[in-house]
Nanobody
Framework: QVQLVESGGGLVQAGGSLRLSCAAS???????????MGWYRQAPGKQRELVAV???????NYADSVKGRFTISRDNAKNTMYLQMNSLKPEDTAVYYC????????WGQGTQVTVSS
């Protein structure tokens, strides 16, 4: 089992920045089997969508809507993944979820990001 805990959400004005963190914990073998980790978001009335993903070998993929503004990274020593969000827009407002793709898909509880215009 892997537990994921997000933090770093909040209220920010358009053009501002936030950094989300996702701390992973659990058994060594479960964490070692994580192939990729990513960030998803879900706005009210909309489906959950992929924001960014980071694979075990370090490749990344971003939604077109966040390319050039968001950066996904990780600190392996801390078992923590980050999402640096710059130049935030009101349409980035959503609950952001951390996901780990391992033996099973694991999800965090979500953190609210609100961008005011």
């Amino acid at each position: 089992q892997v537990q994921l805990v997000e933090s770093g959400g909040g209220l920010v004005q358009a053009g501002g920045s936030l950094r989300l963190s996702c701390a992973a914990s659990g058994s060594y073998f479960s964490i070692a089997r994580i192939n990729a980790m990513g960030w998803y978001r879900q706005a009210p009335g909309k489906q959950r969508e992929l924001v960014a993903v980071l694979t075990r070998v370090g490749s990344t993929n971003y939604a077109d809507s966040v390319k050039g503004r968001f950066t996904i990274s990780r600190d392996n020593a801390k078992n923590t993944m980050y999402l640096q969000m710059n130049s935030l827009k009101p349409e980035d407002t959503a609950v952001y979820y951390c996901n780990a793709d391992g033996v099973n898909p694991y999800w965090g509880q979500g953190t609210q990001v609100t961008v005011s215009s």
